[in-house]
């Protein structure tokens, strides 16, 4: 009786297939020096000057690296204007309608008064004119994060019995976003004077009350 020893021999086990090089997870350390790449070439040159070039020398990396992650300019800065939106503020808790504007109030135009920030949003309005995609994204970041903050700042003062149940919401976020906006963003005014946030606060929990 023959026998085949060959059948006998353990058999080699497969060996596990690597995953391509395509696709290789991308390094986060290279993805947040893009994004503050894009910062800083947006403060220095604009939007509409800006480049993947630009961006990809001021990170420190090539331009293949840039264009793994976004086509083009328009999608690399509509996607960290977009992502900017949902970090919001973080949501004061002072146990009054006054001391939540003004907390609110000082960390938002300490945010608007920093030098990045001055010189980014009013280059963004400009192209958003422009740009219905750059005015969407900007709207969204403008808004969504104020006004995610403001509505629990509005929240706690009903629940306190500070505020009218039947408050009107919209006209309650644009009378707490509208008039620090405006005088950092759109008139671009120098730095509020002593006491102009606490005044600023006291005025619109006032203005609330009577809604």
């Given at each position: 009786?023959?026998?085949?020893?060959?059948?006998?021999?353990?058999?080699?086990?497969?060996?596990?297939?690597?995953?391509?090089?395509?696709?290789?997870?991308?390094?986060?350390?290279?993805?947040?020096?893009?994004?503050?790449?894009?910062?800083?070439?947006?403060?220095?040159?604009?939007?509409?000057?800006?480049?993947?070039?630009?961006?990809?020398?001021?990170?420190?990396?090539?331009?293949?690296?840039?264009?793994?992650?976004?086509?083009?300019?328009?999608?690399?800065?509509?996607?960290?204007?977009?992502?900017?939106?949902?970090?919001?503020?973080?949501?004061?808790?002072?146990?009054?309608?006054?001391?939540?504007?003004?907390?609110?109030?000082?960390?938002?135009?300490?945010?608007?008064?920093?030098?990045?920030?001055?010189?980014?949003?009013?280059?963004?309005?400009?192209?958003?004119?422009?740009?219905?995609?750059?005015?969407?994204?900007?709207?969204?970041?403008l808004r969504e994060g104020q006004d995610g903050v403001a509505?629990?700042?509005?929240?706690?003062?009903?629940?306190?019995?500070?505020?009218?149940?039947?408050?009107?919401?919209?006209?309650?976020?644009?009378?707490?976003?509208?008039?620090?906006?405006?005088?950092?963003?759109?008139?671009?005014?120098?730095?509020?004077?002593?006491?102009?946030?606490?005044?600023?606060?006291?005025?619109?929990?006032?203005a609330l009350k009577a809604l």
């Open positions: 009786m023959t026998t085949n020893a060959a059948a006998d021999e353990p058999q080699p086990r497969p060996r596990r297939r690597r995953p391509p090089a395509g696709a290789a997870v991308l390094r986060e350390d290279v993805t947040e020096a893009i994004r503050a790449a894009v910062f800083g070439e947006l403060a220095a040159v604009g939007y509409a000057r800006m480049s993947i070039e630009g961006i990809a020398r001021r990170a420190g990396v090539g331009k293949t690296a840039v264009y793994r992650r976004w086509r083009s300019k328009l999608h690399l800065v509509l996607d960290i204007v977009s992502a900017l939106a949902v970090q919001g503020l973080p949501a004061p808790d002072t146990g009054s309608l006054e001391g939540d504007l003004r907390l609110l109030y000082e960390v938002t135009s300490r945010a608007l008064r920093h030098p990045v920030a001055s010189q980014i949003i009013p280059d963004l309005q400009a192209e958003a004119a422009r740009n219905p995609d750059i005015a969407e994204a900007l709207q969204k970041t509505s629990s700042i509005l929240a706690a003062a009903k629940e306190r019995g500070e505020l009218s149940p039947s408050l009107d919401s919209d006209l309650a976020l644009d009378l707490i976003s509208g008039p620090l906006y405006w005088r950092s963003v759109v008139v671009r005014g120098p730095k509020p004077p002593k006491g102009y946030l606490g005044a600023l606060a006291r005025a619109t929990a006032e």
